[in-house]
Nanobody, 124 residues
Framework: VQLVESGGGLVQPGGSLRLSCAAS????????ITWVRQAPGKGLEWVSLINSNTGTTVYGDSVQGRFTTSLDYARKTLYLQMNNLIPEDTAVYHC??????????????????WGRGTQVTVSS
């Protein structure tokens, strides 16, 4: 199983980025697919999740209204559209999957599957 993130980069405050997470050897059904992020010197922050069966999405307070997650089942790809980015969004973003519904994760290894991440830097 592989989850591979892409789409990160350097963006100015107020800008947008779209992250992708391509899955292989993995069937999305019956999983919560999650985005988490880790800023330098900080712990893992849960960003969003999508219920792969229903398409229901849930977002953390810090990104609500600015980020949108979606799932393309045919392409086996998860997306995170990030708008109105602020410097506090600077972090390594990881996608992950697990069958448990949780909004707090202490470590990537707690997930069943996780990717290596993609760096997002928001700076002028």
């Amino acid at each position: 199983v592989q989850l591979v993130e892409s789409g990160g980069g350097l963006v100015q405050p107020g800008g947008s980025l779209r992250l992708s997470c391509a899955a292989s050897g993995f069937i999305f059904s019956n999983y919560y697919i999650t985005w988490v992020r880790q800023a330098p010197g900080k712990g893992l922050e849960w960003v969003s999740l999508i219920n792969s069966n229903t398409g229901t999405t849930v977002y953390g307070d810090s990104v609500q209204g600015r980020f949108t997650t979606s799932l393309d089942y045919a392409r086996k790809t998860l997306y995170l559209q990030m708008n109105n980015l602020i410097p506090e969004d600077t972090a390594v973003y990881h996608c992950a999957a697990d069958q448990r519904y949780r909004q707090r994760w202490d470590d990537l290894t707690d997930f069943t599957y996780w990717g290596r991440g993609t760096q997002v830097t928001v700076s002028s």
